[in-house]
Nanobody, 118 residues
C-alpha cells in the first residue's frame, strides 16, 4: 500500500528557509514522478515543484530561484528546499507521487503546514 509521509513544516520568518521531506513506501519509487503542491486557505491546490523519475525539475515562476526539489532514489525520499520565504508561501504543502505511465496511480501525503510570518 502506497504511503507518503511529509515532515519539516513549521513557522518561519519572512526571508527565512525551510526544508520539507517526503518519505515514500509501498511503491517502486523510480517508476514515479514526484511533486510538491501547496494549498492556501480559499485557494486551489497548486504545483510548486516537480521532479521526473529521471531527475528533470520544473517550477512555476512564483517559486523559481527560491525553491529546489531533489530526490534520493536509494532512500525513496523527495525534499523541497525553500528559501527567501514570503508570507504568500504560507500553505499546507503536499507530497505527490504520479506513475510515469499510469497517471491514475496517483498518491498524496497528508500535508504539512508551512507558515511564513513575523
Amino acid at each position: 500500500q502506497a504511503q507518503l509521509v511529509e515532515s519539516g513544516g513549521g513557522l518561519v520568518q519572512p526571508g527565512g528557509s525551510l526544508r520539507l521531506s517526503c518519505a515514500a513506501s509501498g511503491i517502486i519509487f523510480t517508476f514515479y514522478h514526484m511533486n510538491w503542491y501547496r494549498q492556501a486557505p480559499g485557494k486551489q491546490r497548486e504545483l510548486v515543484a516537480g521532479i521526473t523519475n529521471g531527475g528533470i525539475t520544473n517550477y512555476p515562476d512564483s517559486v523559481k530561484g527560491r525553491f529546489t526539489i531533489s530526490r534520493n532514489n536509494a532512500q525513496n525520499t523527495v525534499d523541497l528546499q525553500m528559501s527567501s520565504l514570503k508570507p504568500e508561501d504560507t500553505a499546507v504543502y503536499y507530497c505527490n507521487a504520479r506513475h510515469i505511465v499510469r497517471p491514475r496511480q496517483d498518491y498524496w501525503g497528508q500535508g504539512t503546514q508551512v507558515t511564513v510570518s513575523s
